[in-house]
């Protein structure tokens, strides 16, 4: 059976892991100003970040419309797929899975929407799973499911943010909301486990944050997969790497994108990490 790939911008795939297994990406939207932006077309994210402490109106982010999904789902099936999976985020933060969702039932159960419980390429890694899963020529439906499962088990996403500001902001996350006074100076430790932002507490300086961080990192052991995440702190995210001393080849740095950073502010640090089987 040929399968296709569809996921969203959220997952945070590089160009190349898009190429190289021809994935389907449709861009979430981020609205600045009543206007409203695709990720990765009109504003980069390094502008975006730059410009996100002084906007005077809090960006808000909204899912791509059904039709943009089916229009993807359409393309694979045209070229020969004969099922197509479409990986997105957690239902509890976003309606995006919901939209591929209305998609999908126009397609006679042809498209299978897994809401990944996760985000950026905590959402990425499964994906590859899967196509590299269904490179191996033999894999069912089945087998490619396994393969989702065993990385989902393994993987951990977990990242030290600039301020409470932006998380308290978004209004997703219950702890967040009773943030007041002084705890905005506090830099928060969360971890995203099966569709929910949990806390791993707080750390009082930028230096104590990387210093949890790359410990929670090492205690993994050896891994399969890495990235390590930013919002536009490229330096931290590639002194982590030096600081980590990974025997890993091309570890990506990935830039989170604007969806995703809107509720997480500028200068976060972080990292997505598969532990090997």
């Known amino acids: 059976m040929k399968f296709g790939f569809v996921t969203d911008s959220t997952s945070d795939l590089t160009q190349d892991m898009i190429d190289r297994h021809g994935i389907q990406v449709v861009p979430a939207i ?8 695709e990720d990765g077309s ?3 994210r390094e502008e975006f970040y730059t410009a996100l402490p002084t906007m005077k109106i809090p960006p808000t982010t909204a899912a791509p419309a059904p039709a ?9 099936l045209s070229s020969g797929c004969e099922h197509i999976l479409s990986f997105h ?5 976003t309606s995006i ?7 999908a039932d126009n397609f006679n159960g042809r498209v299978s929407v897994i809401d990944s419980g996760q985000l950026s390429l905590g959402i990425g890694f499964q994906v590859l799973a899967a196509a590299e899963a269904a490179v191996k020529g033999a ?37 967040a909301k009773a943030a ?32 949890r961080v790359l410990e929670m990192l090492q205690e993994m052991g050896k891994l399969e997969r890495l ?3 930013h919002t536009n702190a490229e330096h931290r995210a590639r002194q982590l790497l030096m600081d980590l001393k990974s025997d890993l080849v091309d570890v990506p740095l990935v830039n989170v994108t604007t969806v995703i950073g809107t509720h997480v502010g500028p200068n976060g640090l972080g990292f997505v990490a598969v532990k090997a089987a």
């Open 30 to 37: 981020v609205v600045i100003d009543g206007k409203g932006y």
């Open 42 to 44: 009109g504003l980069t």
């Open 68 to 76: 943009e999904f089916g229009e993807r789902y359409e393309k694979l």
């Open 89 to 93: 985020p957690p239902l509890a933060l």
């Open 97 to 103: 899975g919901t939209s591929a969702q209305t998609a």
């Open 139 to 175: 894999a069912g439906l089945e087998e490619i499911l396994a393969a989702i499962k065993s990385t989902r088990m393994r993987l951990k996403v977990i990242a030290v943010l600039d301020t409470m500001l932006y998380i308290k902001r978004s209004g997703r996350v219950h702890w």
């Open 180 to 211: 007041i006074g002084g705890l905005f100076n506090l830099k928060p430790i969360v971890e995203l486990t099966e569709g929910k932002v949990e806390s791993l507490g707080a750390a009082r300086t930028t230096h104590q944050g990387h210093q």
């Open 227 to 229: 990235v390590i995440l």
